[in-house]
């Protein structure tokens, strides 16, 4: 979709759609009144009628309005004024794109962006405009043998209000373009089912990621190359599949040479059926999107690339299939991470921090400034958060912040729960030097803390994505978090937060 600034007099703006904010019942905004004001008073008169309704997300399409030289109006109301807020705006710009797509205009001009609450600046307001619109565009039909026919909105304008805002504003909408990309690269491979979606087929995506951004350098460990440097646990959870594990690190220099890079690592499960220690039927097929980890680390690597942001960047996916078989891990068994820990598997179900764990241990070749893991590892998380928040974990009090922060800026929030000593006997075994799992109480917690047993080494934190990564029921499909709230977080380390 073809997105770009404009200014001037609305009223004299060809456009096959003019998009126009409503506040409450009659209240119109800046780019209304003036729209308002041309028509001769047309649009205060139809709100007079109360054909609009103050709830947000509503929507009122006119045509041939008076004074106009845009073939429609569209008419967006963004709710009560004691209740405008930023939820209430992006519930409006949702609506909008899905207005838009109903009525098939090829093209469209929003004032939205310049109507946005008081508590939202210009770019950012911008910058929410641009994902929502092309997130509302992302459609999954890969596998589908009929193909949706291509949307009909192929451009979309944003008014400007003030040329004042333009360098500004050309950021936000370049920042938006990337968010959205990396996010909807995320959703796809979420989707994708488990049998195309391999540990080499997320090998082959980093690859051709490298050929799009040659700035990108990518190594693939194979097997027998982690088995030489003694990643037992990795390699243990692979044993029952028949697809080879793959260690994938990608490797972005945009910064200066001697900065430390950061290093985004994520859990990549193609397909989790729990091996010996098997889930339930019900809902196994959704078992694909444990790899959503590693799907938003490639999202958040796509777009830091198409941002040239000057960090440098390190991603790093464990990916592997956890199935049973005669080879697969047995509960009671005992393998060697890479750290040389040993580690009592008492459930195989637990295995997403038995691939990252060796992970961990691998990033301290890179002395990164900082580490984060994104996995979907425990249903425990996702019943102690649900859908709204993801689960963060990590000692470090300004790392916390930095992406508690983000997570509030770019809408994708986190929360942070204890990583307290307290819990760490939770973990205590009898024949190793710790067990993969510990009770069913406080289980995100003890997640976490046998992830932190591999990460003394530098500042690191741990985002626990199960609840947030996937949507169940009729939305059944990936969402494509914690993009944003990665994308934000690099976006400050770069320097380049808080200017969209």
């Known amino acids: 979709m073809e997105l770009s600034l404009k200014s001037g007099d609305l009223a004299t703006r060809k456009t096959p759609c003019l998009l126009l904010g409503v506040i409450g019942e009659r209240q119109l905004p800046a780019p209304a009144q003036r729209v308002d004001a041309a028509s001769g008073g047309y649009l205060t008169r139809i709100l007079a009628r109360g054909d609009l309704e103050a709830e947000a997300g509503r929507t009122l399409l006119l ?3 008076p004074g106009l030289k845009a073939e429609r109006v569209l008419l967006v109301s963004l709710g009560p004024q004691d209740k405008y807020d930023r939820k209430a705006y992006l519930k409006a710009l949702a609506a909008a794109s899905g207005r838009l797509q109903e009525i098939r205009v090829k093209e469209a001009l929003s004032t939205l962006p310049a109507s946005a609450p008081a508590s939202l600046d210009f770019a950012l307001a911008l910058r929410d405009a641009v994902t929502t619109a092309l997130d509302k565009g992302y459609r999954y039909d890969r596998t589908k043998s009929e193909k949706k026919p291509p949307l009909a909105l192929q451009a979309l304008h944003f008014w400007l209000g003030g040329e004042e805002r333009k360098a500004q504003a050309r950021e936000a909408l370049g920042q938006g373009r990337a968010l959205a990309t990396g996010v909807s690269l995320a959703k796809e491979l979420g ?24 700035a990108l350098k990518v190594e693939v460990l194979e097997e027998e190359d982690m088995a030489k440097l003694g990643m037992g646990a990795l390699l243990s959870v692979s044993r029952g599949s028949r697809q080879p594990a793959k260690l994938i690190v990608m490797n972005y220099g945009g910064g200066k040479k001697d900065a430390k890079p950061l290093v985004l690592v994520g859990k990549g499960l193609t397909f989790d059926a729990g091996g010996i220690s098997l889930k339930p039927g019900p809902d196994m097929d959704q078992m694909k999107f444990d790899m959503c980890g590693a ?5 958040a690597l796509r777009a830091a690339l198409e941002l040239k942001l000057p960090l440098n960047l390190i991603g790093v996916i464990p990916a592997s299939e956890n199935l049973p078989d005669g080879a697969a891990n047995k509960p009671g068994d005992i393998v060697t991470s890479l750290s040389g820990q040993t580690i009592e598997i008492l459930n195989t179900d637990a295995e997403g921090r038995l691939i990252l764990c060796d992970a961990l241990t691998y990033c301290e070749r890179f002395e990164p400034a900082a580490v984060i893991d994104i996995a979907t590892l425990t249903g425990a998380c996702a019943i102690a958060l649900g859908k709204v928040a993801s689960g963060l974990f990590t000692a470090d009090e300004a790392l916390a912040a930095d992406l508690l922060a ?20 939770l973990l205590d075994s009898n024949f190793a030097d710790m067990a993969n799992v510990g009770p069913r109480e406080g289980g995100a917690i003890s997640g976490a803390c ?7 080494k530098f ?15 009729k939305e059944k499909g990936g969402t494509g ?9 690099l976006l400050q380390r770069a320097g380049v937060a808080g200017r969209a």
């Open 63 to 65: 045509h041939e309005v």
């Open 191 to 214: 989707n994708l089912p488990g049998n195309l979606c391999t540990p080499a087929y997320l090998a082959d995506q980093a690859r051709d990621l490298a050929k799009s951004f040659p």
């Open 295 to 299: 799907a938003s680390v490639l999202g």
């Open 406 to 425: 983000a997570g509030e800026r770019a809408n994708d929030r986190a929360w942070r729960l204890p990583l307290w000593d307290d819990y760490q006997p």
């Open 450 to 456: 046998f992830l932190s047993r591999y990460a003394k």
């Open 459 to 473: 500042p690191w934190a741990h985002l626990d994505i199960a609840g947030t990564a996937w949507l169940t029921g």
């Open 481 to 489: 978090r914690p993009v944003p709230l990665l994308v934000e977080f």
